[in-house]
């Protein structure tokens, strides 16, 4: 069970063989950019996959950029974006010198909307960036139509959906390359850390030389290209090997989180959680809810309300052009009515149908108040309504 007195959003577990791993770096010296976890880890990923190659780097956003580089996009180009995203997605186009241009999210999963992508497109555009938001796949099937039919390349950022399937095959092996964190709150962590995964043996190759300073694989010392340092480490594949060791019984526990959440909000007034398509199988990185009244006052109170109850919550990510690298006028209504309606619950492997319990039992107490609020503004406008008509008579 988490602590009695506080239940964090997010909490890795490393219970595996965690431990031992890093202990034989430790006794063998091989803790920097190269060893025997490095090797593994990348060859077990690709595999889980279902792919052919997997290049391991510090952590999701430079694997982002590292993707995005050895694809080419630069200068002048243009990379279509989920508007409702993490901004590390925007940032990485814009790493590149080229322009993140934004798409709006459909409601149901918040997921890219299809649908939005095409009048977004332009002579500059070179490339389709979706997220598959939350642990949910996006739809892959048109994008990757819509791809093909402007000739633009698709790199799928997987950060959040380690292990998720698309009509029975698994995110990361859609698109050109496919990108994945294993930051400390994701699926599988390794502290810090990053995967390019990729079918395409030269991409492959191309991913490999600018993850090390551009260094040539034949030649010592000789750099046919300026290149990142963006190298993981022996040590955290090692963390990472025990997590994907494990990952079954990972993804078994979170959905069995999921699931105790699913049954017991069932009954909240006020609220819904993130739906799911009937092709999708996604994984609960963060189990998300969506008041479907209010906005960010009425939110954020039930937020502070959780975190009096000693329970953490986060805001889901806001759109990224209300931010102020990417200001821009432009509307994006469904993104921007259901970001400041959402949060995201505790949710990781060794959380406990108790602490699910406890965490729904203080948010339908949260809602109650929220909705009794709600009710009382309107009732409020009602009058303050009723009383300018009665002095304009």
């Known amino acids: ?9 997010a909490a890795p577990t490393l219970g595996g063989n965690e431990r031992a791993y890093v202990l034989e770096c430790l ?7 190269s060893g025997r976890f490095l090797d593994a880890f990348e060859a077990d990923f690709a595999r889980f996959c279902g792919v052919s190659h997997a290049v391991a780097v510090n952590n999701g956003t ?24 993490y901004i590390a997605s925007a940032n990485a186009v814009t790493y590149c010198g080229a322009k993140p241009v934004f798409a709006d999210c459909e409601p149901l999963t918040l997921n890219l909307d299809p649908d939005c992508i095409e009048a977004r497109i332009t002579p500059r555009t070179r490339a389709i960036l979706p997220v598959h938001l939350y642990g949910h796949p996006a739809d892959m099937d048109r994008i990757m139509r819509l791809a093909a039919r402007y000739d633009l390349h698709v790199v799928e950022d997987a950060a959040e959906a380690h292990g998720a399937t698309y009509r029975g095959r698994p995110v990361g092996s859609f698109g050109a390359c496919a990108t994945f964190s294993f930051y400390g709150n994701k699926i599988i962590t390794t502290g810090e850390g990053g995967m390019v995964v990729t079918d395409d043996a030269t991409l492959a190759a191309r991913l490999r030389l600018y993850r090390g300073q551009g260094l040539d694989p034949q030649r010592r010392y000789i750099h046919p290209v300026v290149g990142f340092n963006y190298r993981m480490t022996n040590l955290a594949a090692a963390i990472g090997l025990a997590q994907l060791e494990r990952i079954d019984t990972i993804l078994a526990a979170r959905r069995q989180v999921a699931a105790w959440y699913a049954e017991r909000l069932a ?5 819904r959680l993130l739906g799911s398509q009937p092709w999708a199988v996604p994984v609960p990185w963060l189990v998300t809810v969506l008041l479907t009244g209010g906005g960010a006052c009425e939110r954020d109170a039930v937020m502070a309300a959780l975190l009096a109850d000693g329970i953490d919550s986060r805001p889901i990510f806001y759109p990224t052009h209300q931010q102020a690298p ?7 209504p469904v993104a921007e009515t259901w970001s400041v309606r959402g949060l995201n619950l505790p949710t990781f492997e060794a959380m406990t ?3 699910v319990a ?15 609020a709600l009710r009382s503004a309107e009732q409020n406008h009602v009058h303050e309504s009723h009383a300018r008509r009665i002095r304009v008579i």
């Not at 006794?27 to 950019?33: C, E, K, L, R, Y």
């Not at 580089?69 to 990379?79: F, H, K, N, S, Y």
């Open 1 to 9: 069970m988490a602590d009695r007195n506080f239940i964090p959003v």
């Open 27 to 33: 006794d063998s010296t091989w803790i920097s950019s």
């Open 62 to 85: 430079t694997a982002l950029h590292l993707a995005l580089t050895a694809l080419g996009i630069g200068p002048g180009d243009e990379v279509i974006v989920p508007n409702l995203t």
């Open 267 to 271: 009954g909240i007034e006020g609220l």
């Open 326 to 332: 990417y200001h821009e006028e432009t509307c994006y």
């Open 353 to 355: 149908e108790a602490d």
């Open 358 to 372: 406890a965490v729904c039992a203080s948010l339908g107490r949260a809602m109650a108040k929220c909705a009794a």
